[in-house]
């Protein structure tokens, strides 16, 4: 499966953005999807999850209660719908493929820069 993120913007701080996952190739619905996200100088993180029916989430600390995960396997995206937004969540997002929720993430799109102002 081939992934690519897209959705980033300038925001200011408080905003709200939803980031989109869109996959192309032979299959998509037997992956989970992970977002993680790279700040300039820090290594990459993780952020959200979502199982492969959607039922199943997980969340970084950073970000619980701000950020909710969703899948539309028919259309073959996962959304990353972001709130109360804070300059810390400046960073490129990318999108990536697993196995299962808690198993490593590969098949990497590109990502999608997230600026938030204060």
């Known amino acids: 499966v081939q992934l690519q993120a897209s959705g980033g913007g300038l925001v200011q701080a408080g905003d709200s953005l939803t980031l989109s996952c869109a996959a192309s190739?032979?299959?998509?619905?037997?992956?989970?999807i992970g977002w993680y996200r790279q700040a300039p100088a820090k290594e990459r993180e993780f952020v959200a999850a979502i199982d492969r029916s959607g039922t199943s989430t997980r969340y970084a600390d950073s970000v619980k209660g701000r950020f909710t995960v969703s899948r539309d396997n028919a259309k073959r995206t996962v959304f990353l719908q972001m709130s109360s937004l804070e300059p810390e969540d400046t960073a490129v997002y990318y999108c990536?493929?697993?196995?299962?929720?808690?198993?490593?993430?590969?098949?990497w799109g590109q990502g999608t820069q997230v600026t938030v102002s204060s």
């Open positions: 990536a493929a697993a196995a299962n929720l808690y198993s490593n993430y590969k098949n």
């Open positions: 190739g032979r299959t998509f619905s037997p992956y989970a």
